[in-house]
């Protein structure tokens, strides 16, 4: 004969019941609450009309150099055609070719930038590997100068001597 009688029955389904109604309202809760979590977020507003990939920013680490070149990509993120009249940079440490450009409309062009990673501060030489920074910007319609504007480009540098 088993222990369970038709009174104890009802008792427990009264009682599981409950149980899993709770359950399931927080398996579907959870799962809400993950997919709004797990969701991507909007798209950033592009703060400039013109952008270089975050990529081509850094050069990595380069031997010292006098005239090391790399090439920096340009996008026009605007409707309309963007005149650079020229950079400005925040050291006589580069150069920058063309010195004055247009890139048409959601189009991409490249400057060549020389930089002069020989040591320009005392306490840089003899040092076996220094960090190298400097800021660009153009000097075009909607462009403004400042920190939030520059375009640092940097990487580290690696003494041809060191004592």
């Excluded at 979590?37 to 920013?57: C, D, N, Q, R, Y």
């Excluded at 660009?136 to 939030?148: L, V």
């Amino acid at each position: 004969m088993s222990g369970w009688s038709s009174e104890g029955r009802g008792r427990g389904l009264r009682t599981l019941l409950p149980i899993g109604v709770i359950l399931t309202l927080a398996a579907v809760g959870g799962a809400a609450a993950a997919l709004y979590l797990t969701k991507p977020p909007p798209p950033s507003p592009v703060l400039s009309g013109l952008e270089p990939p975050p990529e081509h920013l850094n050069f990595g680490e380069v031997w010292e150099d006098a005239q090391f070149s790399m090439i920096l990509p340009i996008t026009n993120h605007r409707a309309q055609d963007i005149e650079i009249k020229r950079f400005h940079k925040t050291c006589n440490c580069s150069q920058i070719e063309p010195p004055s450009l247009t890139i048409p409309a959601g189009q991409t062009r490249e400057v060549r930038l020389i930089l002069d990673l020989a040591p320009r501060k005392a306490e840089e030489f003899g040092l076996a590997v220094r960090d190298f920074e400097v800021g660009i910007w153009p000097d075009a319609p909607g462009e403004t100068e400042g920190k939030d504007k520059w375009w640092t480009i940097r990487g580290r540098v690696r003494s041809a001597f060191s004592i």
